[in-house]
C-alpha cells in the first residue's frame, strides 16, 4: 500500500540546517505530486513546498523561498526538504504529502486538501 515516511526532524539552533528526507513506498514518485506541509500547535497545516514529478516543477511558500530546497532522488523513491536559515517561526510538525497527477502538472500545489496520501509527520523545532 501507498506509505510516506517523514524523518530528519529535531532540535536546532536559529540559522541553522536540516534535510528531511519523505521515503515513499507502495508506488513511484513519476505521476504523483509530493508536498511538504507543516503545521505549528494553534494554528491551520500549511503548504510549504511541493515538487510536481510529471513535470518537474517546484513551488514553494513565500515564507520559506530562497531558504528551503525540494529535490527527488527516484532511485530511493524519495523526496527531500532542504532547510536552511531556520528561524524560530519554522518549528512546527512537518508532514509530506502525495497525490496523483498523471501526466499534467499540478493545481493548488499547496494546499493540504488536494493530498490524499499523508506521512505521520517529524517535529522540527528552532530554538536557541
Known amino acids: 500500500q501507498v506509505q510516506l515516511v517523514e524523518s530528519g526532524g529535531g532540535l536546532v539552533q536559529p540559522g541553522g540546517s536540516l534535510r528531511l528526507p519523505c521515503a515513499a513506498s507502495?508506488?513511484?514518485?513519476?505521476?504523483?505530486?509530493i508536498g511538504w506541509f507543516r503545521q505549528a500547535p494553534g494554528k491551520e497545516r500549511e503548504g510549504v513546498s511541493c515538487l510536481s514529478n510529471s513535470d518537474g516543477n517546484l513551488y514553494y511558500a513565500a515564507s520559506v523561498r530562497g531558504r528551503f530546497t525540494i529535490s527527488v532522488d527516484k532511485s530511493k523513491n524519495t523526496v527531500y526538504l532542504q532547510m536552511n536559515t531556520l528561524k524560530p517561526e519554522d518549528t512546527a510538525l512537518y508532514y509530506c504529502?502525495?497525490?496523483?497527477?498523471?501526466?499534467?502538472?499540478?493545481?493548488?500545489?499547496?494546499?493540504?486538501?488536494?493530498?490524499?496520501?499523508w506521512g505521520q509527520g517529524t517535529q522540527v523545532t528552532v530554538s536557541s
Open positions: 507502495g508506488f513511484t514518485l513519476d505521476y504523483y505530486a
Open positions: 504529502a502525495a497525490y496523483y497527477t498523471g501526466s499534467g502538472g499540478v493545481a493548488a500545489p499547496l494546499q493540504p486538501a488536494r493530498y490524499n496520501y
